[in-house]
């Protein structure tokens, strides 16, 4: 098989790596590591603190079993997010019993990514991801009635302030403030609990 | 503009009581703070609102700031040993901790019950040897000596009068 330019960069980049040497590694992460971060561990913990943790988990598990990859022309992200994805529900599991969320995870981490290919660039890896995160969560905000769709989405997806919320539907600031809990409760059971 | 309604709209589900009203605002108000809060009921919701935005909106710079501290991290030197020889570390180190173990345990117990059959020499007898020997002057001509040896008898004489052992 012909691999074109970056692919063929990534490829002996992994090589590199895999004989240990740290420059080649340090260029490989600095590749993958900030959509690994902010498309696929930030979305699925939403804590950014956790979510840091877990990228470094990730990290470290990714060089201690570099020597176990092997070159299939997917590249090397879609290996690096399987770990990523395992440590997540490693950390869903320390936080709380099985839960649908983990298993959702699950499902996710054993999907082959046919988007992603050897040599991607970070903007088109972090584009594939996020639109796989949005569709998830497209999904869980149309089991939501209109008014706490309405509060989730002009508060957190446009970023709008309290008062323009409230004014929006309608309601005091302190009614706006209880939607919003409802809603995110509500959120919360068909998006994944924790 | 219409002033907001005060009162609940049963659209909205039932009325909420003044408990939920109360969380609801500390929600509202973790939710505006960058440290999640420990409550862990409310930090699952402040996570899932945090997933939402998280999920929706491009990355930012700070995701390239925490990105390079812990790339930094991770790849620091003590972090530089190759794979294999890491891997190795890992796999022996459960190994090196129990030996550690052993050994402690080991001399712990060696030192609370000695060997009978070989008795060890005691420390204070040793002490009561050398005070008991005659005093013997290294250099008598030397006065460094001679105060030495005065100090020296004077303290064994102390010492025995009071019934050492």
């Known amino acids: ?194 | 503009m219409s002033a907001p309604d005060e009162r609940w709209n049963p659209d909205d589900g039932p009325a909420p009581t003044d408990e939920e009203r109360a969380e609801a605002a500390r929600l509202s108000d973790a939710l505006a703070r960058p440290v999640a809060p420990e409550d862990p009921a409310l930090r699952e919701l402040v996570a899932v609102a945090r997933r939402v935005h998280a999920t929706a909106h491009p990355a930012r710079d700070e995701h390239r700031a925490v990105v390079d501290r812990v790339t930094r991290q991770v790849l620091a030197p003590s972090r530089s040993l190759s794979s294999p020889a890491r891997g190795l570390v890992r796999r022996l180190w459960p190994f090196a901790v129990a030996a550690a173990a052993v050994l402690v345990v080991g001399v712990s117990v060696g030192r609370a019950k000695p060997d009978a059959s070989h008795p060890s020499p005691s420390i204070s007898r040793d002490v009561d040897d050398v005070l008991r020997a005659p005093v013997r002057p290294g250099s008598a001509s030397a006065p460094a000596t001679q105060v030495y040896d005065a100090r020296l008898s004077a303290w064994r004489e102390i010492y025995l009068s009071r019934g050492s052992r």
């Open chain 1, 1 to 194: 098989m012909v691999l074109t330019a970056p692919a063929a960069e990534e490829k002996a980049l992994v090589e590199a790596a895999q004989a240990g040497d740290v420059e080649a590694i340090r260029m490989l992460l600095d590749r993958v590591s900030r959509p690994l971060y902010a498309a696929v561990i930030l979305p699925r913990i939403g804590i950014a603190a956790d979510a840091e943790d877990i990228l470094r988990e990730t990290l470290l598990r990714a060089i201690d079993r570099l020597h176990t990859f092997h070159w299939t022309g997917a590249g090397f992200f879609p290996w690096l997010r399987q770990i990523a994805i395992h440590q997540v529900i490693d950390h869903v599991r320390r936080v709380q019993r099985r839960t649908r969320l983990e298993e959702r995870f699950e499902r996710q981490a054993a999907d082959v990514m046919p988007l992603h290919h050897a040599g991607a660039e970070e903007a088109l890896i972090d584009q594939q991801e996020r639109a796989l995160s949005l569709k998830t969560m497209s999904v869980a905000m149309d089991a939501l009635n209109d008014r706490y769709r309405t509060a989730i989405t002009l508060r957190l997806l446009e970023e709008r302030s309290r008062e323009e919320c409230a004014e929006a539907l309608g309601v005091t600031l302190g009614n706006f403030d209880v939607i919003l809990h409802r809603a995110l409760a509500a959120l919360r059971k068909a998006y994944g609990v924790r």
